[in-house]
């Protein structure tokens, strides 16, 4: 929205604001999907629901995530009324996601005012779009076997190993069907009318690493990690611009395929960040604690990370050995089971080594894909 911001009459804590947000966003049409408006993450699909009765599935999903997470903001905040609201609307996002937006291989993205479905097998564009099939999972609202569906379905028709990219969506816009805004303003396979746009394609690669499946996020990873665009002369005349920074669009228009869009773009190399920290190292902090899931390939001898916590600095190694019967580490001569880390603040340097239990699960089969 451009427009000059004023200063309102009221005021409140940061949790009444929250509060505010999602009570607005609780405005559903007749799927029991959330309202798309003019716009949700995707801003160039603003004519989708601009008449007040479009429904986004990706929104959906998001939304799901959000309810769930600030359930426990609520629930520690004690708000045991809007707690119970998060649970309630969580619960009825899940059951209306699944009643209404399985399309038989993937996720809808949505709908339009007159309830034409967007992301479908029926269209002749936009037949699938990644960012429902990934926050399907991301989001942990989807039947698992349907989202393993999906993911396999993003990787089958959005993936394009032969350019080095992830579409958005495909078929691109390119006015012979649908008009769901600007969006069609751009060139077919450019930016987010069927080019990469990286920052959901990194939200691919998350899911994939949450499903588990490591041997296909780092493959991925390597094909859309700038550094790849860079490798050798001929690569750096195909993406003709800078190889060491995220670019938030690769082109897949069939005349400048490869080709990178506009860099230095902060927003996909924070999630390119998240990515390499939380889901390929699988760290996170709990306080005082750093925990490691990684998702990095089983074949990789070992890992090692300097972490700073306040003024100490732990120099990791983390191992994922096939021979041990649980996770456990060793620092600073103490050993301790699990996969946990316990930090202190104490301005000393740390040597610390983890060990990873991986238990290699035999995931549920993938659907067999309609030809």
Not at 75 to 94: H, S, Y
Not at 165 to 177: E, S, T, V
Request: include cysteine; proline fraction near 4%; charged fraction near 20%.
């Amino acid at each position: 929205m451009y427009d000059l911001p004023v200063s309102g009459n009221l005021s409140g804590t940061l949790y009444e604001h929250c509060v505010r947000a999602i009570k607005h966003s609780l405005q559903f049409g007749k799927h029991g999907l959330p309202l798309m408006g003019s716009g949700d993450w995707n801003d160039g699909m603003d004519q989708v629901g601009v008449k007040g009765q479009g429904e986004s599935v990706w929104l959906a999903f998001f939304l799901y995530d959000v309810l769930m997470r600030f359930a426990e903001v609520a629930k520690d905040f004690g708000d045991e009324v809007f707690t119970a609201t998060c649970g309630t609307e969580a619960a009825r996002l899940r059951s209306g996601m699944e009643a209404s937006a399985w399309d038989g291989e993937w996720y809808l993205r949505a709908w339009f005012d007159d309830g034409t479905p967007l992301g479908s097998k029926e269209n002749n564009e936009c037949r699938i779009d990644a960012i429902a099939q990934s926050w399907s999972v991301l989001s942990g609202a989807a039947d698992k076997k349907r989202s393993i569906t999906a993911m396999a379905s993003l990787d089958k028709y959005l993936v394009r190993r032969d350019i080095g990219l992830i579409q958005l969506l495909d078929p691109p816009f390119n006015g012979h069907g649908l008009h769901p805004g600007y969006i069609e303003g751009y060139v077919p396979g450019v930016r987010e009318n069927g080019g990469q746009y990286s920052h959901a394609a990194i939200w691919t690669l998350i899911a994939f690493a949450a499903l588990g499946e490591r041997e296909k996020a780092w493959e991925l990873f390597s094909m859309i990690q700038p550094l790849r665009h860079g490798s050798n002369p001929a690569a750096i005349q195909v993406y003709k611009t800078e190889p060491y920074v995220m670019a938030a669009d690769v082109y897949a228009n069939e005349s400048h395929q490869g080709r990178g869009g506009w860099t230095w773009y902060t927003g996909s190399s924070g999630w390119m960040y998240q990515f390499i920290m939380g889901s390929l190292l699988g760290m996170e902090l709990k306080a005082d604690q750093l925990c490691f899931k990684p998702c990095f390939p089983l074949d990789w001898p070992s890992v090692m990370v300097v972490y700073r916590f306040g003024r100490s600095t732990y120099r990791i190694t983390v191992f994922q050995p096939d021979n041990t019967a649980g996770s456990w580490w060793e620092m600073d001569s103490r050993l301790g089971k699990g996969d946990t880390l316990p930090l202190t603040d104490d301005g000393q340097e740390h040597e610390a080594k983890v060990y990873i239990h991986t238990q290699v699960e035999v995931s549920e089969p993938k659907a067999e894909l309609i030809q």
